[in-house]
């Protein structure tokens, strides 16, 4: 996932670990505002200043470039043809990797591959892609 052409979230296809991966489904892209729970703020350490409600969630220049789904496709059957099918687009370059470090280190609250509250055993797909 990209925002402004800078990578902030990787998901990749683990389905041989058994991460649920949408093959046969179609995917969808939304936002919402949160109430700050604390798993999602360092047990509390990120507050919420309620004096600047209301919040509001918008796009801008909002941009989404997939194949559409359908009731008859069961999948994207783009063969090779669309650019997300081409060998370069199949994992991140290493000015990417950077950036989406960058992302992490200075926004990322909460990574699950780092909770051992939650999930006491590291989860494979997070051993495999060096999320750790």
């Not at 999602?40 to 004096?51: H, I, L, M, V």
């Not at 600047?52 to 090779?80: L, M, N, W």
């Not at 997300?84 to 609250?109: C, P």
Request: net charge positive.
């Amino acid at each position: 996932f990209m925002v402004d052409d800078v990578p902030i979230r990787v998901f990749k296809n683990n389905r041989d670990l058994g991460v649920k991966f949408p093959f046969d489904q179609p995917m969808k892209l939304y936002s919402s505002l949160w109430n700050a729970d604390d798993w999602a703020t360092r047990g509390g350490q990120e507050k919420t200043d309620w004096s600047k409600a209301p919040f509001v969630a918008s796009y801008k220049g909002f941009h989404i470039d997939g194949c559409e789904a359908s009731v008859q496709a069961r999948f994207c059957d783009t063969q090779g043809k669309r650019w997300w099918d081409q060998k370069g687009f199949q994992d991140l370059d290493s000015y990417q990797w950077r950036r989406l470090r960058w992302v992490r280190d200075r926004y990322t609250i909460y990574n699950y591959c780092n909770d051992r509250s939650r999930y006491p055993t590291t989860p494979l797909e997070c051993k495999r892609d060096g999320d750790i």
